[in-house]
């Protein structure tokens, strides 16, 4: 989730609960309509923010208050994304409680630029923001050409994995010989997997967490997954779905798979116990993985580049139209995403820039990781976010699917034949998305 991403569920879950309910009460129908106010050249500005964007954890908010000393801002910050969101559907239906800046999480970012446009200020001719990513822009941009926000991080996809678990099943371990083992095919990443789960010596490790992360990783390296460019959804015909479906089916059938669901009871605990030997992995992800596996496990962990590009996660600021201070407020969005600040933001909490300028900036490429061994991780995902096709199209449901997706692989991790858990997923996806 930036996402930490849909992701961003790096809190504890006490935490999460009360981040998220410190949102619903900030939003309540007490509120103004934003919170917002300017009065004797003081201005204050509100954020709705959730999981660890970055901005306030970064210091980047009390600099713009030092660089801007009559600007007060105001930031909430919620842990759980989806609770976080509902509140923001509710408050934008009622037109009250809403902040002047509002995080918006990539999967949502469709549904938003469909059926909540007018709610939205619009950046198609702000000044300064023309050095995103090509794909980033476009998945908060309306039918009309509205842009209804602007880029934070990006989710470029890569493969981490431990280097003493290869070592063990007779695998090079350096970084840009593991890449090679699976360049430009994830076929390759599950033989490897069949290669590791043959050769390894020693108590039980699995080859990857889950296969849904495997799935992801692939439906994402194409422009279209769930829905085409006319917004009609294609889930249940489109060949990528399919082929990712078969790949990763393919994978739990093997048993390469610690049946672990990416930030789920069970992968934390998988983390620092050592069982499994890869994940794929967005740059949010490295700061659970380096938290969860624990000191113990430093420098046993490292970086390759992923088969194909692809893109999982990333957030939007965007601005709501009734702010008082909405031109203020499109001011602070423009500065805290641009360039500089992504590169801040990368440098210290590593959310990678959606800014094809930030990723060109070489303090951005010279960020290594000192718990994953020193890989180059500015280098590998800045590559990576290139490789991702121009177009990524979205819709109106795409996290409800991904997720619906995700269950019907661990259907299959369990045991259900694949055809089976395939037309169980496609019943509940319609069902979901009406």
């Known amino acids: 989730m930036s996402s930490l991403g849909s992701?961003?569920?790096?809190?504890?879950?006490?935490?999460?609960?009360?981040?998220?309910?410190?949102?619903?009460?900030?939003?309540?129908?007490?509120?103004?309509?934003?919170?917002?106010?300017?009065?004797?050249?003081?201005?204050?500005?509100?954020?709705?923010?959730y999981g660890v964007m970055g901005f306030k954890e970064s210091g980047l908010l009390e600099q713009y208050e030092k660089e801007h000393p009559d600007v007060t801002i105001k930031a909430e910050i919620a842990g759980d994304e989806q609770t976080y969101y509902t509140a923001l559907q509710t408050h934008l239906a009622a037109g009250d409680g809403l902040k002047d800046i509002q995080g918006i999480e990539i999967g949502r970012a469709r549904e938003i630029?469909?059926?909540?446009?007018?709610?939205?200020?619009d950046f198609s001719k702000a000044a300064g923001t023309d050095h995103f990513l090509p794909w980033k822009q476009s998945q908060i941009t309306t039918e009309d050409g509205k842009v209804l926000g602007l880029g934070t991080d990006s989710g470029a996809m890569a493969v981490c994995y431990r280097k003493d678990y290869f070592e063990k099943a007779g695998l090079p371990t350096d970084r840009d010989k593991v890449s090679q083992l699976w360049a430009g095919d994830w076929k390759k990443y599950v033989d490897v997997g069949r290669t590791f789960k043959k050769n390894f010596q020693g108590?039980?490790?699995?080859?990857?967490?889950?296969?849904?992360?495997?799935?992801?990783?692939?439906?994402?390296g194409y422009p279209e997954q769930y829905y085409d460019e006319q917004g009609k959804l294609i889930y249940d015909k489109n060949p990528a779905v399919k082929e990712a479906w078969n790949l990763s089916a393919d994978a739990a059938d093997a048993g390469l798979s610690a049946k672990l669901r990416q930030f789920q009871p069970g992968w934390d605990p998988g983390l620092a116990n050592g069982t499994f030997a890869t994940a794929v992995c967005p740059p949010w992800m490295l700061s659970h993985i380096s938290e969860k596996a624990g000191e113990q496990n430093k420098g046993?962990?490292?970086?390759?580049?992923?088969?194909?590009?692809?893109?999982?996660?990333?957030?939007f600021l965007g601005v709501v139209n009734a702010s008082p201070v909405k031109k203020e407020a499109q001011d602070l969005v423009a500065w805290l995403t641009a360039p500089e600040q992504q590169a801040t933001i990368f440098k210290k909490l590593g959310n990678l820039p959606s800014s094809k300028e930030a990723l060109d900036r070489e303090d951005?490429?010279?960020?290594?990781?000192?718990y994953f061994s020193d890989a180059p991780i500015g280098q590998i995902f800045g590559a990576a976010a290139k490789e991702i096709p121009d177009k990524q199209i979205l819709g109106r449901k795409d996290g409800a699917i991904k997720d619906t997706f995700t269950r019907g692989l661990v259907l299959v991790e369990q045991g259900t034949a694949r055809d089976k858990a395939w037309n169980t997923t496609v019943e509940r996806i319609g069902k979901a998305v009406g």
């Open 7 to 49: 992701m961003r569920a790096k809190t504890v879950a006490a935490a999460a609960t009360a981040a998220a309910l410190l949102l619903v009460v900030g939003c309540s129908s007490n509120d103004s309509t934003t919170g917002g106010s300017k009065k004797d050249g003081k201005v204050v500005i509100t954020m709705g923010m």
């Open 113 to 121: 630029a469909e059926t909540r446009a007018d709610k939205f200020a």
């Open 203 to 220: 108590d039980r490790v699995a080859y990857m967490d889950s296969v849904s992360g495997l799935f992801n990783a692939m439906v994402y």
């Open 300 to 315: 046993k962990w490292d970086v390759a580049q992923a088969p194909k590009g692809a893109n999982w996660g990333g957030s």
């Open 364 to 370: 951005v490429k010279n960020v290594t990781s000192d």
